[in-house]
T-cell receptor, first 110, second 118 residues
Framework: GQNIDQPTEMTATEGAIVQINCTYQ??????LFWYQQHAGEAPTFLSY????GLEEKGRFSSFLSRSKGYSYLLLKELQMKDSASYLC???????????FGKGTKLSVIP | DTAVSQTPKYLVTQMGNDKSIKCEQN?????MYWYKQDSKKFLKIMFS???????INETVPNRFSPKSPDKAHLNLHINSLELGDSAVYFC?????????????????FGAGSRLTVL
């Protein structure tokens, strides 16, 4: 089975940097995804890691350590519009089996 | 031009009724999904179809029946609705990488259908 753990809520200040952690235990691994979901909207894809290391995409970066079953999403230069839930998801043995964590609700304050 | 569209966006109904939610994607993807997001925002997969063939069927009551008339459509029919069925139902689609090849299975989600059972 799959077990994905991430903090329920976080608060950070506009302009700052925040790191959202995700730990996972899965049977088979085919990549880790981060999605962003604003309140009342659909989740949208942010990043994908399948190999160890850091993937950078503008203000957002995602890191993966497969041996530790650990990932983080790093958001730099926080903006108010970054207030959203961030969902960690893992693709299991079959590439279509995407299991989501419960999400981290990030609140950005002035 | 919406990539994944689902209707209705809101649905309020009484316990015991039967209702359907429709989903269509114009991305040319082979695979479509239904996810349920409960009040605690936990997004859980229900079903997945690849080229009209059922490939994932999680532990879901058999009151829920998906139907895929073609690879661009995946509808969800729910019989005898219960209070616990109240949730937001998201349709999604993706283009699966062939087995053994690399590539991210990125899901594109619809806007969601909020079902409220009274």
């Amino acid at each position: 089975g799959q077990n994905i753990d991430q903090p329920t809520e976080m608060t950070a200040t506009e302009g700052a940097i925040v790191q959202i952690n995700c730990t996972y235990q899965t049977s088979g691994f085919n990549g880790l995804f981060w999605y962003q979901q604003h309140a009342g909207e659909a989740p949208t894809f942010l990043s994908y890691n399948v190999l160890d290391g850091l993937e950078e995409k503008g203000r957002f970066s995602s890191f993966l350590s497969r041996s530790k079953g650990y990932s983080y999403l790093l958001l730099k230069e926080l903006q108010m519009k970054d207030s959203a839930s961030y969902l960690c998801a893992v693709a299991g043995a079959g590439s279509y089996q995407l299991t989501f964590g419960k999400g981290t609700k990030l609140s950005v304050i002035p | 031009d919406t990539a994944v569209s689902q209707t209705p966006k809101y649905l309020v109904t009484q316990m015991g009724n039967d209702k359907s939610i429709k989903c269509e994607q114009n991305l040319g993807h082979d695979t479509m999904y239904w996810y349920k997001q409960d009040s605690k925002k936990f997004l859980k997969i229900m079903f997945s179809y690849n080229n009209k063939e059922l490939i994932i069927n999680e532990t879901v009551p058999n009151r829920f029946s998906p139907k895929s008339p073609d690879k661009a459509h995946l509808n969800l029919h729910i019989n005898s609705l219960e209070l616990g069925d109240s949730a937001v139902y998201f349709c999604a689609s993706s283009q699966l990488a062939a087995r053994g090849s690399s590539g991210a299975n990125v899901l594109t989600f619809g806007a969601g259908s909020r079902l409220t059972v009274l």
